[in-house]
């Protein structure tokens, strides 16, 4: 049974809402509603001050949301640094809202964490998939931000029509102040957001599943992300799971393979808040105890948390530099 001492680290939605519209994105795949949810200042006070004694980090990526159109991250980093000024934060984002003093009041608190912007190409190119967001401006705003302080990495979702433009890429990154230039396949291609010719790679998918038949050859189970780097999932309307998955999949019922999930939430979801439940009472909760029991033989669950998953991780890599 978890208990508050046994977590060291948060990925936090912080925010539902997103100004961009990416073809392959989450967002575009919801079977139930998940309106305009953000987890405001206030918000973070519900949860206890113990449970920040013993973090180690805090993500702010999640499913369907920008961190970015979240107004409060600013102040929401500076009463997590207030509590234990030692967690690492790091985020993921288009890096494409607010502004320039915004993002320099923000840097601050990314100096022993990292901000990954996520820009696809160069201005003439990176729109064609990260739709609705502006390279300009998100270089504005990297170097706003690194000029305060934060550690900013610059990640490139590789296709056809930006595969030329890597090194000028790279070297604008430098430029901006980034720590960390590199390149990823993207999950999906289609006609206008084609699979590059350039460079040879193994799609996503097909990694994941080559690793997967390793590890149930082996007769391996899932590695819940409780225990495999103890954390839990936090989404923006306030609900907490055990990994980032569950939600998904309640979102979106993205996998037959992980559907015993989705009864499971509809069962608890009113006791899983953590803005009227206890964060502990979750965590000791039916709808953990279930999830953490079943995620060990579930075929998904091992498709995506198994043993190699560092391994993984690696592979997904097709360009990396450090400056």
């Not at 949810?37 to 990526?61: K, N, Q, Y």
């Not at 920008?66 to 000024?85: C, E, F, G, Q, V």
């Not at 820009?119 to 967001?133: E, F, S, V």
């Not at 206008?192 to 082996?218: G, M, N, Q, T, V």
Request: aromatic share 12%; hydrophobic share 35%; proline share 4%.
């Amino acid at each position: 049974m978890l208990q508050l001492k046994d977590i060291v680290g948060l990925n936090i939605e912080a925010s539902s809402i997103c100004n961009g519209r990416c073809p392959f994105c989450s967002r575009n795949k919801k079977v139930r509603p998940y309106g305009s949810h953000i987890l405001r200042h206030e918000d973070f006070l519900a949860l206890p001050t113990v449970l920040f004694d013993h973090l180690e980090w805090i993500s702010f990526g999640g499913n369907f949301g920008d961190l970015t159109t979240n107004p409060d991250m600013p102040a929401i980093a500076r009463y997590i640094k207030s509590l234990n000024p030692e967690i690492a934060l790091d985020g993921d984002t288009n890096g494409s809202v607010q502004d320039e003093s915004w993002w320099g009041e923000l840097g601050p608190y990314f100096k022993n964490g990292v901000m990954c912007f996520s820009l696809d190409g160069l201005a003439d190119t990176h729109a064609i998939h990260r739709k609705g967001t502006d390279f300009n401006r998100i270089l504005r705003h990297i170097k706003a931000f690194t000029k305060s302080g934060g550690v900013a990495v610059w990640k490139f979702i590789l296709f056809q029509h930006n595969e030329h433009q890597i090194q000028e890429a790279q070297k604008m990154a430098k430029e901006a102040g980034c720590t960390r230039f590199f390149v990823i396949s993207s999950r999906e291609y289609d006609e206008e957001c084609r699979r590059p010719e350039l460079i040879d790679f193994d799609l996503k998918s097909d990694i994941f599943a080559s690793y997967a038949s390793k590890a149930l050859e082996e007769k391996g189970q899932a590695i819940c992300k409780p225990y495999s780097n103890q954390s839990i999932y936090l989404a923006a309307d306030g609900t907490v799971h055990p990994c980032c998955l569950c939600h998904c999949m309640y979102i979106t019922e993205h996998d037959p393979r992980f559907e015993f999930v989705v009864p499971l939430i509809e069962q608890h979801l009113a006791k899983i808040n953590f803005k009227s439940t206890p964060l502990e009472e979750i965590l000791q909760g039916p709808y953990f105890e279930a999830v953490l029991n079943k995620s060990k033989t579930n075929s998904y669950c091992i498709l995506k948390c198994n043993k190699y998953k560092k391994k993984v991780r690696k592979e997904l890599i097709l360009h990396d530099t450090f400056f």
